[in-house]
């Protein structure tokens, strides 16, 4: 994307009535029932605005907010002051979710440029769009975001006591939440016909998951740990 559209992204993130509201929705249901479908879109969206990336901001928009109601609710769950809410609020949004959204992005694409694009001898090279990496990283941070941020706030009660059982389900969570995040990452990037052997995206899910269960092999509960860290985020 260019200096220019980009400038114009950010402008339509302010301006409720340019986006698209209902269409994002349809889309993160889609990402719970068939993300396939959601990639399905990407490439017409390509051969009608020859761009990959989403030219509305809706999506992020609506991720941002979803993060917003889940600090606060943490907030008030872990019984944190106003300038301890404002902090879980700034790891959630800004750290979890656009500082390491914007380093997976660059990281994966300079990967799949460098390593797994099919080298064209007749043809135009085509490289990942920036944005495009980014819009990867915001669909496979969704499924995420309703396990780890929105369920795992339901299951708190029973999550954080100090039994092996609520350690299996409440790590088992962070499984699932890190598989499905490598799994569409792995979709969004196959969905380029100029990339090969996409299924690398897959791998840091074989690590994730061996990493969980030989924690829960321990007893480490990941719950305890993520809401000990949510409360000393306000210093002495």
């Known amino acids: 994307m260019t200096l220019p559209s980009f400038a114009e992204y950010m402008r339509r993130m302010i301006q409720y009535k340019q986006m698209d509201i209902a269409y994002t929705f349809a889309q993160m249901l ?12 990407t490439a017409y969206r390509k051969q009608t605005k ?5 030219d509305d901001p809706a999506f992020v928009v609506v991720l941002i907010l979803f993060l917003s109601v889940s600090a606060l609710s943490y907030g008030i769950a872990l019984q944190l002051s106003a300038s301890e809410i404002l902090r879980v609020l700034a790891v959630f949004v800004g750290v979890h979710f656009l500082l390491i959204g914007a380093v997976v992005a660059t990281f994966a ?8 694009r099919v080298r064209s001898y007749h043809g135009v ?35 954080v006591r100090p039994t092996l059982f ?3 389900v409440g790590n ?14 792995s979709l969004g990037y196959s969905t380029l016909p100029f990339l090969k052997r996409t299924e690398v995206f897959l791998y840091p899910a074989a690590v994730v998951l061996s990493i969980i269960g030989l924690l829960t092999i321990f007893g480490v509960n990941l719950t305890q740990h993520s809401m000990l860290y949510l409360i000393d985020l306000e210093p002495e």
Request: charged content about 15%; aromatic content about 20%; some cysteine.
């Open 166 to 168: 609520a350690a299996i």
């Open 50 to 54: 020859n761009q990959w990336a989403r």
């Open 30 to 41: 889609d990402l719970c029932l068939d993300p396939r479908r959601v990639y399905q879109l």
């Open 172 to 185: 088992c969570l962070y499984a699932l939440a890190f598989s499905s995040y490598c799994y569409i990452t």
């Open 109 to 116: 694409s300079y990967i799949a440029d460098k390593h797994l």
């Open 125 to 159: 090279e085509q490289r990942i769009e920036w944005m495009y990496a980014f819009d990867i990283h915001c669909n496979s941070f969704f499924p995420l975001v309703l396990i780890l941020y929105v369920l795992h706030y339901f299951l708190l009660p029973f999550l």
